[in-house]
């Protein structure tokens, strides 16, 4: 078996098209353009190429895009002070907080400051809960791109085992939770899981963000398996996913590559988040 290898151009260009159309539209409404706010806080290849492709993403479309670079001595506080300006400037439609924060700063005490309209990629408490309730207003962009690839490919959800490696706030959780509203049975695994193998080639879906390069091989993957790849790893100047691409296109029936899977998705689904923000 040959996987059939997800091209993600064509939803790209019709939701490049629609993004446009809608920012046009907000431009002449606001007499401004829609304008994005991204904060990174010390040095992670994953979340800089993350930021980069992200500004690239905006410029596409046309909206402004502030990109907020602190050293990653910056203190808890501070950040929460600079949250709660940007949510206090009315010319700024959505924040992105790039994650991994420091290990001194707990991402709760930051995006606690963040109303959840601009909190386009839905990590604050108010969001997050409203997903966990099945009332969601933004979900974390990775997850909403997962349900959108499924449903771009025509792939059936309900009544599917869904395995789900990791368990970050932006990646694991709110893939899970998403699926299983739309009534999958759902396992997540993470790095205290035990025989991980065992559990993800049992999986009909297969969604792997952990950011560890080729932590998925072929012999963790069923036969025909759905596996979406929603890693970004920089690997000898190279980006490269999460899962052993080249030895698990010979075992499943549908693999999302890295790059150009999930990754321009995420960014044109912040930004669409970000033009049905607070104006």
């Given at each position: 078996?040959?996987?059939?290898?997800?091209d993600?151009?064509?939803?790209?260009?019709r939701?490049?098209e629609?993004?446009?159309?809608?920012a046009?539209?907000?431009y002449?409404?606001?007499?401004r353009?829609?304008?994005?706010?991204?904060?990174?806080?010390?040095?992670?290849?994953?979340?800089?190429?993350?930021?980069?492709?992200?500004?690239?993403a905006?410029?596409?479309?046309?909206?402004?895009?502030?990109?907020?670079?602190?050293?990653?001595?910056m203190?808890?506080?501070?950040?929460?002070?600079?949250?709660?300006?940007l949510?206090?400037?009315t010319?700024?439609?959505g924040v992105?907080?790039?994650l991994?924060?420091?290990?001194?700063i707990?991402?709760?005490?930051?995006?606690?400051?963040?109303?959840?309209?601009?909190?386009?990629?839905?990590?604050?408490?108010?969001?997050a809960?409203?997903?966990?309730?099945?009332?969601?207003?933004?979900?974390?962009?990775?997850?909403?791109?997962v349900?959108?690839?499924?449903?771009?490919?025509?792939i059936?959800?309900a009544?599917?085992?869904?395995?789900?490696?990791?368990?970050s706030?932006?990646?694991?959780?709110?893939?899970?939770?998403?699926?299983?509203s739309?009534?999958?049975?759902?396992?997540?695994?993470?790095?205290?899981?035990?025989?991980?193998?065992?559990?993800?080639?049992?999986?009909?879906?297969?969604?792997?963000?952990?950011?560890?390069?080729?932590?998925i091989?072929?012999?963790m993957?069923?036969?025909g398996?759905?596996?979406?790849?929603?890693g970004?790893?920089?690997?000898?100047?190279?980006?490269?996913?999460?899962?052993?691409?080249?030895?698990?296109?010979?075992?499943?029936?549908?693999?999302?590559?890295?790059?150009?899977?999930?990754?321009?998705?995420?960014?044109?689904?912040?930004?669409?988040?970000?033009?049905?923000?607070?104006?």
């Amino acid at each position: 078996m040959t996987a059939k290898i997800y091209d993600s151009k064509p939803l790209v260009g019709r939701m490049i098209e629609q993004l446009r159309s809608e920012a046009a539209q907000f431009y002449k409404q606001h007499q401004r353009s829609a304008r994005l706010a991204q904060i990174i806080v010390g040095h992670d290849a994953a979340a800089e190429l993350y930021s980069r492709q992200l500004v690239h993403a905006c410029q596409t479309i046309g909206l402004a895009c502030t990109t907020l670079a602190y050293p990653f001595e910056m203190q808890e506080e501070e950040l929460r002070a600079q949250v709660t300006r940007l949510s206090d400037d009315t010319t700024i439609d959505g924040v992105v907080l790039l994650l991994p924060l420091p290990e001194h700063i707990r991402q709760r005490i930051v995006t606690e400051a963040l109303p959840s309209q601009k909190d386009v990629d839905g990590l604050g408490p108010s969001n997050a809960g409203n997903l966990l309730l099945g009332f969601p207003n933004f979900v974390p962009s990775t997850a909403d791109v997962v349900l959108t690839v499924l449903r771009d490919a025509d792939i059936p959800i309900a009544g599917r085992y869904a395995v789900i490696v990791g368990r970050s706030n932006v990646g694991g959780k709110p893939t899970a939770l998403l699926l299983m509203s739309h009534d999958a049975t759902v396992t997540i695994c993470h790095s205290y899981t035990q025989d991980l193998a065992s559990i993800t080639s049992s999986a009909d879906i297969l969604v792997v963000s952990v950011g560890r390069p080729g932590l998925i091989t072929a012999d963790m993957v069923k036969t025909g398996a759905i596996v979406l790849d929603a890693g970004i790893n920089t690997v000898n100047g190279r980006v490269v996913g999460d899962v052993d691409f080249a030895t698990v296109k010979e075992k499943a029936a549908f693999l999302t590559p890295v790059p150009g899977g999930l990754g321009p998705l995420t960014h044109l689904t912040l930004i669409r988040h970000t033009l049905l923000g607070p104006h």
